[in-house]
């Protein structure tokens, strides 16, 4: 039987280590594959609360989320290394990031393409009514401002 030294941890976004995390998505993530140390990096800074867990000096979980603090949050990036799943640290990690102040809301949501049984044992439920998605904002026709203000001001 191994013996696991796993410790659950806040962090703020300088105190992760962020190459291990790359390495993290990169094997048990096929959704966070290839993300940029950068684009990490700027993920965790508007991020709280950002949770990891550890077994020694191993990154084996991670997860992080956005808040307004009263209303909405989202639970992002949930990951568990593929040799501890199983374990109940998954459920342990999403009940840790549920639990934080910040998320102390009327609704929180998560998005999950095969994990829906996961988190419905912890008590998420399906929702068909907020399914609407805009993908790569720079797509969008770029408007100056001076045309934003004016169909504001037109009611449009």
């Known amino acids: 039987m191994k013996h696991y030294q796993i410790q659950f941890r806040e962090h703020r976004h300088a105190e992760i280590d962020l190459y291990q995390l790359q390495e993290l998505f990169d094997l048990a993530a096929f959704w966070a594959k290839g993300r940029s140390i950068e684009d990490l990096s700027i993920a965790i800074t508007n991020s709280d609360p950002v949770i990891s867990v550890w077994d020694a000096e191993k990154l084996i979980g991670f997860a992080r989320a956005t808040s307004d603090g ?6 992002w990036d949930v990951v568990i290394h593929p040799e501890y799943q199983g374990t109940g640290l998954g459920s342990k990690l999403v009940e840790t990031v549920l639990s934080h102040p910040r998320m102390q809301v009327e609704r929180v949501y998560l998005m999950t393409t095969h994990q829906q049984k996961f988190y419905e044992k912890i008590g998420f439920q399906a ?21 934003v203000q004016l169909q504001e001001s037109l009611g449009v």
Do not use: G, W
């Open 70 to 75: 009263i209303y909405r949050a989202t639970i």
């Open 127 to 147: 929702n068909s009514t907020t399914t609407m998605v805009l993908d790569n904002q720079s797509k969008i026709s770029t408007m100056t401002t001076m045309e």
